[in-house]
């Protein structure tokens, strides 16, 4: 069963990395989850700022705008996409994941499966 | 066997079917629906053919039937179930000849996964492991069936979309999560103990649902001392139940109660309880609370309660659980062991606890402690207070003769 770890970031310090989480911690936990071989994709997103929205309204219009622009404290900073047996184990890596610490948090949402495919 | 023995029988038997099943096909509403069946073909069979030698084995044959037949029908989903099925036997110990093996405990741990919507918990609980129905649960929690019905299929839904497993929590995890599976028991109990609204104080169904669901988790794990705790606490305060309400339905304070009515038989199998739930290590806080009662049922009459060794007991939660409501309870014991004065001073240091600041047994603590200090103005309005927020019918007239009475009182004191 495969799940979405969604990274959202607490507290930014002020080069905007987390505070608490050293890259240190980051490249220990890629590594164990990586080596565990459950990880299906994973990326981390690029600095807030350079995000660009783009809608398209009933007549087919375009609009592109600058942002979205965090309203909360929590930014999704990246996310891991993992093949496990059951919820409880996708819970323990997020539990082990660097993001969920330090006023951060990992949702974790199961990737829908269509019967048949 | 009547009809009714049946049927008690069978609300036993259905909680380790459904658990069995669940676990096997990893689909609770498959495992629901083939349980019953299986049943209503026992009820069937079984007064003609006559009860089979091994009526569990009998019921897992014919429910698994059912669930093979139907998965027949529904190509794509018996594909999937087929793996899930492999996996599950995989982990599981494989039973000793035709014994059906009891897979509750698993299930007692997925109906109260943490990730399932608090509410929804407990009302899974009860559904699938106390075998009430859709709309029994439904009184349970004083919502409409069609509520009720809605919120178990969402529970079962993420479930199964979400793969919450049926498996018992490792050693490492199993301190962090046995709470949470305690706690939907408690909350089931304490609802039944004071119901939050309706006609009477006390639900005894309820209560008595959450000490047997108690009683298949202590025969399940036998040495976790924290199940034993629980189920002396419950056992230990159900035990007051005669006494606690008079015939016309009105409440019967502690310090009134006829304890002649208290149920000794369950005193003493609460007792035995906490003994074992006291020793062998640092005791949890439902083994302490077990304690706490104890020592009220223990006592002849409210005069001899042992307050010093309350107070001692409320010490000792208040390390293991620091929150608010422990202090409220540390604060009346205080006001029995040093005084009414005492213990109001501690419970207006509490007022502004977020926890406390609409709860009901605060209230009345306060307007009870003011009426023994004849602050008599305070304590009328400490109980218009009361009265905003109680529960039950029982609550509200309680809180409402309260006042009369003052209101009275003060009126000849002041010499109208």
Redesign the interface.
């Known amino acids: 069963m495969k799940y979405l770890l969604l990274i959202n970031a607490g507290e930014l310090d002020a080069r905007q990395s987390p505070v608490g989480c050293e890259p240190e911690d980051w490249m220990r936990f890629d590594k164990e989850i990586t080596e565990a071989g459950v990880v299906v994709a994973s990326e981390s997103l690029a600095d807030l700022v350079t995000a660009t929205r783009v809608q398209v309204d009933n007549d087919g219009r375009r609009t592109v705008t600058d942002g979205p622009f965090a309203e909360t404290r929590e930014v999704l900073g990246g996310f891991y996409v993992i093949d496990v047996p059951d919820l409880d184990v996708a819970l323990d890596w997020a539990a082990k994941c660097p993001g969920s610490r330090a006023g951060g948090s990992v949702v974790v949402r199961p990737v829908a499966e269509f019967p048949g495919l | 066997m009547t009809v009714n023995q049946v049927e008690e029988v069978f609300r036993e038997e259905r909680g380790r079917l459904l658990a069995a099943l669940a676990r096997r096909f990893g689909d609770l509403d498959l495992a629901e629906e083939v349980t019953s069946e299986a049943i209503e073909a026992a009820l069937v069979c079984w007064p003609v053919d006559g009860v089979p030698p091994n009526p569990g084995g009998w019921l897992m044959t014919t429910a698994r039937r059912k669930a093979v037949d139907r998965l027949r029908r529904d190509h ?2 018996a594909a ?1 179930l087929a793996v899930l099925q492999v ?1 599950a036997d995989r982990a599981a110990p494989q039973a000793a000849g035709d014994e059906l093996p009891d897979e509750r405990l698993q299930l007692f741990f997925t109906c109260a ?1 943490p ?1 399932l919507p608090a509410e929804d918990r407990g009302a899974l609980t009860l559904r699938c492991l106390a075998g009430l129905t859709t709309p029994e649960v439904a009184r349970a929690f004083l919502v409409p069936t069609a509520t009720m019905a809605k919120r178990i299929v969402r529970a079962k839904a993420k479930i199964r ?5 049926f ?1 018992v ?1 490792g050693p490492a995890e199993l301190p962090e999560r046995l709470p949470g599976v305690l706690q939907v028991i408690y909350s089931v109990f304490t609802e039944g103990y004071a119901a939050s609204s309706g006609p009477y104080l006390q639900r005894l169904d309820l209560a008595e649902e959450a000490i047997r669901l108690a009683r298949i988790l202590h025969r399940l794990l036998p040495s976790e001392r924290e199940i034993s705790g629980l189920l002396a606490l419950m056992l230990l305060i159900h035990a007051r139940r005669d006494g606690r309400t008079a015939p016309d339905g009105s409440i019967v304070l502690l310090e009134d109660q006829d304890r002649t009515h208290w149920d000794r038989d369950m005193i003493a199998e609460g007792r035995d309880l906490v003994v074992g739930s006291l020793t062998g290590g640092p005791a949890g806080p439902y083994a302490v609370q077990a304690a706490i009662a104890a020592l009220h049922d223990e006592a002849t009459d409210f005069a001899s309660t042992d307050w010093p060794q309350i107070v001692a007991l409320y010490d000792v939660l208040r390390t293991i659980d620091p929150s608010p409501v422990v202090a409220l309870n540390r604060a009346a014991a205080i006001a029995m062991r040093d005084g009414a004065e005492a213990g109001l001073e501690l419970l207006d240091e509490l007022a502004d606890e977020p926890p406390l600041r609409d709860y009901h047994p605060f209230a009345l603590a306060r307007a009870e402690l003011l009426h023994r200090l004849d602050r008599l103005p305070e304590a009328t309005a400490a109980y218009r207070r009361v009265l905003e927020l109680a529960g039950s019918e029982p609550e509200r007239a309680h809180a409402r003769d309260r006042i009369g009475e003052l209101e009275h009182t003060e009126a000849h004191a002041d010499g109208v």
């Not at chain 2, 979309?161 to 497993?165: C, E, S």
């Open positions: 794509a989903y999937k996996e996964h990730a979309a979400g793969r919450i497993p498996r929590p």
